[in-house]
């Protein structure tokens, strides 16, 4: 199977969002969300692609507190492309962007229930730096970031 990487734009709007229904539920960002996060001016978007769809796309974000970090604000691959390296693959390449513009650190959220996912970062080197009580509604998040 090959995957490729490309920017995620408004064009792919309805396909991301069809994406990210199938992904968080009731939890999902709304189209109207999902279209302001793909033309903010600090966003680095990747769509996941093979021959003829898109399989998975993330959403990141340059923030600056008191240090300039990339923020994963979405990260969604379709549930028949799982387990086939796509999140990792895009995590790798936000990495790699994000290191280009001078940015040494990248942050994310993840459902405290989401072990697969937790899996992922905690492989990939992120480390768990909070908790975030009801988060995702009724349900706790974890903080996570890594210095890259």
């Given amino acids: 199977m090959d995957i490729r990487l490309e920017t995620a734009n408004l ?26 996060l793909l033309t903010a001016h600090n966003a680095i ?26 923020h994963i604000i979405t990260l969604s691959v379709v549930q028949s492309y799982r387990c086939k390296k796509i ?3 895009m995590i790798k390449e936000i990495e790699r962007l994000l290191k280009q513009r001078g940015i ?3 942050r994310l959220e993840v459902r405290e229930d989401n072990y697969v996912a937790i899996s992922l970062y905690k492989k990939l080197g992120y480390q768990r730096i909070g908790k975030l009580e009801r988060y995702y509604g009724s349900k706790h998040g974890l903080y996570f970031k890594k210095l890259l």
Avoid: P, W
Wanted: net charge negative.
């Fill in 87 to 89: 999140a990792t693959c």
């Fill in 11 to 36: 064009q792919f709007l309805d396909e991301l969002y069809r994406i990210e229904e199938e992904c968080f539920d009731e939890e999902a960002f709304t189209k109207r969300q999902l279209a302001y």
């Fill in 45 to 70: 978007t990747l769509a996941a692609k093979d021959d003829r769809n898109i399989v998975g796309f993330i959403i990141v974000q340059v923030e600056i507190t008191d240090v300039k970090f990339g």
């Fill in 104 to 106: 040494v650190e990248c």
